[in-house]
DNA sequence: ATGCTAATTGATATCAAGTATCAATACTGA
DNA sequence: TCAGTATTGATACTTGATATCAATTAGCAT
């Protein structure tokens, strides 16, 4: 489950691992400390490219763990393979630089409150919700100005 | 583009289509007909299995035309393919029943709203957003209460 | 109506992402 | 140590989707 601690990512990623059961091997020990120097969002076929020492049904199997732990987050972002991003606070949305890619978190609550509304409107239950929002980065704003790109 | 007309939904996609500088053949109208007697969201890979005469290369394509024409939206609904489903409104939001897959659309100005007073606390430019709810529908709760199912 | 030409089609091959299989290996607890 | 279970990873496979390209067709000009 997703905390806010001063662990290390690395840390928090192995201990959602323990908390399901699972044994600490070298092969998440591997993919969880690649996927914390990483930093940001990443797709599990950049983690198979960057751990050829770890095979790839490894990967994707302990991607699946973490996903399911709650330690990372899913992000479908139309076309292509999904992206993975930490999951840092419990309920949060995100938001993604569709101009190189660097997925960020944010909460806010006027989102939840407009769930609530929301209820009243709608026919049936509503048991969850997924908010995405698409911006150019304050970074890509300067690189453009500048004609660079940071993309990578 | 999507319009709230009284025009039937197969002439909105059929002149997306040719807005577009497509033309008008038999095989594309079968594949917007299929999609307009559908009436609910549907995969690509149904409507293949629906319309066996129409080659796969070919379904796959009108598909993506008529997104982007606007007239369809693709949605990622977590896992297995994305689904399709007839845009009727500018701008809107999806409901999706995690139950029965059914697929509706709504509008909420908060949400808008919402977007506008994130743009002060976001570093970088909103350029669009994505909002999906999702739900246990009408239908569903009244099913599972009689031991029924609908899905399908 | 006829023919021209570019758009379209669809069988097939291919690609890409991800999962299933399963023998070999590595832990863990008694 | 040893038995038993979890894990690994090479490989084959599945699924969803695109590329290729010869054959066909729509739409236009005449």
Redesign the pocket.
Known sequence: MPTTTTESIYTNLITA?EDR????????AA?TSRIETTGKAF???QLCIDLP????????????HLVDAGALCKLQIL????MYSIARVEHHHHKICSRCGAVGEFQHSTVERVMRSLEKEIDGDIIGHRMEIFITCSQCIADSRTGESSVG
């Open positions: 691992l059961g699972l044994r600490k091997t070298a092969a998440r993919v797709t599990a076929e020492q770890v095979g790839r049904a490894t990967v994707y199997r302990t991607i699946r076309d292509g393979a999904p």
